[in-house]
């Protein structure tokens, strides 16, 4: 079992930054590829991020590469996501996921076994 709780969301003007973190407890996030997923109001979820246990492999959507950075510490039990130039199409509830006892990283939200309540970020224009 993996509590997540995220925090860091908050309202920011576009050109801005935020850090969000996703802080995890239960024995397994040592061995979980962790997800940022987002959805903003009308919209189905989408992925964002994604690193594998270790952290040495990480993948992005394509609209928020060279801008948004995923990364973690396992000491800590905790995942962060470093938005940086954020745009008002950021704008979105954005949910922190694990993925149980797999290690590799997944775009899908289905194969992610918890999920944190979310944290709202909003960007102005």
């Known amino acids: 079992q993996v509590l997540l709780v995220e925090s860091g969301g908050g309202l920011v003007q576009a050109g801005g930054s935020l850090r969000l973190s996703c802080a995890a407890s239960?024995?397994?996030?040592?061995?979980?590829?962790m997800g940022w997923f987002r959805q903003a109001p009308g919209k189905e979820r989408e992925f964002v991020a994604a690193?594998?246990?270790?952290?040495?492999?990480?993948d992005y959507v394509d609209s928020v590469k060279d801008r948004f950075t995923i990364s973690r510490d396992n000491a800590k039990n905790t995942v962060y996501l470093q938005m940086n130039s954020l745009k008002p199409e950021d704008t979105a509830a954005y949910y922190c996921?694990?993925?149980?006892?797999?290690?590799?990283?997944?775009?899908?939200?289905?194969?992610?076994?918890?999920w944190g309540q979310g944290t709202q970020v909003t960007v102005s224009s």
């Open positions: 690193i594998n246990l270790v952290g040495s492999i990480t």
């Open positions: 996921a694990a993925r149980g006892t797999a290690g590799w990283v997944d775009r899908s939200g289905s194969a992610y076994d918890y």
């Open positions: 239960g024995r397994t996030f040592r061995d979980s590829a």
